[in-house]
């Protein structure tokens, strides 16, 4: 069975950072990309970063370009990692990650499948 557990939400400050991981198993995680996405209070699911299974391509929305950075570890833990600096209280949001259907890196959610649970991150002003 396929499983994404995502963790290290939490409250902080605007300005600060947090580290998200988000645990796979069940699936040779190197042979795809995966995807981080978020959704904020009242708002629709949407694309935040995404990285192919070498790791040697990413892909950011434009809101967190230069601020997030997306990276994985596929020799031992099959982790994903999302880095957020400089953070806002818009990036405030349950931030999900998936798995895409293939190798390919794309923002498109219908690409994605096997959705974790999601973890908070509320960013105070």
């Known amino acids: 069975q396929v499983q994404h557990v995502e963790s290290g939400g939490g409250l902080v400050q605007a300005g600060g950072s947090l580290r998200l991981s988000c645990a796979a198993s069940?699936?040779?995680?190197?042979?795809?990309?995966m995807g981080w996405f978020r959704q904020g209070p009242g708002k629709e699911r949407e694309f935040v970063a995404a990285?192919?299974?070498?790791?040697?391509?990413?892909?950011y929305a434009d809101s967190v370009k230069g601020r997030f950075t997306i990276s994985r570890n596929n020799a031992k833990l099959n982790l994903v990692y999302l880095q957020m600096n400089s953070l806002k209280p818009e990036d405030t949001a349950v931030y999900y990650c998936?798995?895409?259907?293939?190798?390919?890196?794309?923002?498109?959610?219908?690409?994605?499948?096997?959705w974790g649970q999601g973890t908070q991150v509320t960013v105070s002003s």
């Open positions: 998936a798995a895409a259907r293939g190798a390919t890196v794309t923002p498109q959610i219908d690409e994605y499948t096997y």
């Open positions: 069940g699936r040779p995680f190197s042979s795809y990309a």
């Open positions: 990285i192919s299974w070498s790791g040697d391509r990413t892909y």
